[in-house]
């Protein structure tokens, strides 16, 4: 748990795939016993698909933040990992 208590969450991020000139981010996410694929299209509006469906509201909204925020630092084969403040 954090400093403030709150429950807490290790997501593990890898990427597989990056293309600037189609705008895109393809890879893998994990968080507690959740395993997902997400594509990320950066140009066409910022969309984020995640499969399969099965817990997907849990991640799809810090995966989201994310991405917008490390997008341009993202490597293919590369592995990252972020926080997020929820017990899976």
């Known amino acids: 748990m954090s400093s403030q ?3 807490e969450t290790t997501a593990y ?3 597989n795939r990056h293309s600037w000139q ?3 981010i393809e890879g893998e996410v994990s968080a507690g016993p959740f395993d997902w694929y997400f594509k990320w299209r950066f140009r066409q509006r910022k969309t984020l698909s995640i499969q399969p469906s099965q817990g ?3 991640i799809q909204e810090p995966l989201g933040r994310f991405l917008e925020k490390w997008d341009y630092k993202l490597e293919p084969g590369g592995d990252y990992s ?3 403040r929820a017990k899976f």
């Open 56 to 58: 997907r509201a849990l």
């Open 13 to 15: 991020v890898k990427v």
């Open 5 to 7: 208590g709150l429950p």
């Open 22 to 24: 189609k705008g895109i």
């Open 82 to 84: 972020f926080t997020i």
